[in-house]
């Protein structure tokens, strides 16, 4: 494997690997005056160390995963605001069925586009209302699911109806925590030059799908809202590229964190049974990271042992 990831993935392997082998140095030799239990406590402080940086890692990691897979953005509001208007203007094509009726979009309509370099994949959703029409309802369902597996949400409102309260997306919400642009549609009806309102929370603009207006400001909203989430492609700053890696990496530091829980318990004592399984926590670790490198090798904690403890020489 190259590249950054790589890289990092190597230098995780290779201080695990050390660490691994000056444990099982203790249990093999820890009678030996040579190996002493003070490396113990450098153990722990290694493996604590590794797993806080995978951690790290793994929380800024999803940015790889949305850049190859493209961001899921979800457009969603009540009915007849513009929604569908909305997908045609960002995509420049009739793709949705756009009427005055209230309740004209019914199943998801994707397309897949790209705003400010970024690969996106926007969704077209139902207008969320209470649905008395079983197949409008089957829509508003399929709406909601679709925004509860959304990276972005473009909420749409239309502007000439929106009420001082705070905005909700009736019938359905996004995930806590995922980024929200809030779009006033249909400026155009507003006569006089509006402006938009300042409200605390997700960035508002103010957009007409009929003349265009607003167009402009609302695509370096979203570059911007892109740009947060994916991260500048070009910073060169190592990011997971598959969902595989990051569930390997996931793996790796959940074996090191049951690893850090028996020091938690206060158990220093070095019994050799419970740090062989403390051992084969490491090894667990070592091999998830194997999976992404594509390296696990026994010699290499035989090599290390040797050469810093010089047992056997
Ligand atoms: N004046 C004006 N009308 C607009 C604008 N955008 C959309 N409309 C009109 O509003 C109506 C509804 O537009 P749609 O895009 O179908 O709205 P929607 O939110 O997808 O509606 P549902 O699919 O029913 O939930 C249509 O008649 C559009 O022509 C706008 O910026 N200005
Ligand atoms: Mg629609």
């Known amino acids: 494997m190259e590249g950054d990831l790589g890289r990092l993935c190597q230098r995780w392997?290779?201080?695990?690997?050390?660490?691994?082998?000056?444990?099982?140095?203790?249990?093999?030799?820890?009678?030996?005056?040579?190996?002493?239990?003070?490396?113990?406590?450098?153990?722990?402080?290694?493996?604590?160390?590794?797993?806080?940086?995978?951690?790290?890692?793994?929380?800024?990691?999803?940015r790889g995963e949305l850049l190859r897979g493209g961001v899921r953005a979800v457009i969603a509001g009540p009915p007849n605001v513009g929604k569908s208007s909305l997908l045609n203007l960002l995509c420049r094509r009739p793709a949705a069925i756009v009427s005055p009726v209230a309740?004209?979009?019914?199943?998801?309509?994707?397309?897949?586009?790209?705003?400010?370099?970024y690969p996106l994949v926007l969704s077209d959703t139902a207008g969320l209302r209470h649905a008395t029409d079983p197949v409008e309802r089957e829509g508003v369902t399929r709406a909601r699911a679709r925004l509860s597996q959304a990276d972005l949400v473009l909420a749409v409102l239309d502007v000439t109806s929106v009420s001082p309260t705070p905005v909700a997306l009736e019938g359905g919400s996004p995930p806590p925590g995922?980024?929200?642009?809030?779009?006033?549609?249909?400026?155009?009806?507003?006569?006089?030059?509006?402006?938009?309102?300042c409200a605390q929370g997700p960035p508002v603009t103010l957009l007409s799908c009929r003349t265009g207006q607003g167009l402009?400001?609302?695509?370096?909203?979203l570059t911007q809202q892109l740009a947060q989430l994916?991260?500048?492609?070009?910073?060169?700053?190592?990011?997971?590229?598959q969902g595989r890696h990051s569930r390997h990496l996931g793996a790796c530091a959940a074996a090191l964190a049951r690893f850090g829980h028996r020091g938690d318990s206060g158990?220093?004592?070095?019994d050799i049974g419970d740090?062989?399984?403390a051992a084969e926590q490491l090894r667990v670790a070592r091999r998830e990271l194997g999976r992404i490198t594509g390296q696990v090798g026994a010699e290499e904690v035989l090599d290390i042992i040797f050469r810093d403890f010089c047992v056997g020489k």
Request: include cysteine.
């Open 13 to 62: 392997s290779h201080d695990l690997t050390q660490a691994l082998a000056h444990l099982e140095a203790f249990i093999d030799f820890g009678e030996d005056e040579e190996v002493e239990e003070e490396i113990l406590g450098q153990v722990a402080v290694t493996v604590r160390a590794l797993e806080r940086d995978i951690r790290a890692h793994l929380r800024d990691g999803r």
């Open 103 to 117: 309740g004209t979009t019914r199943d998801v309509l994707e397309v897949a586009l790209d705003i400010g370099g």
């Open 178 to 197: 995922v980024p929200c642009v809030l779009v006033l549609n249909k400026a155009d009806l507003l006569g006089g030059s509006p402006s938009v309102p």
């Open 216 to 221: 402009p400001e609302l695509l370096e909203v």
């Open 230 to 241: 994916c991260g500048d492609p070009l910073s060169g700053s190592p990011s997971l590229t």
């Open 267 to 270: 158990d220093t004592s070095g």
């Open 275 to 277: 740090l062989a399984v």
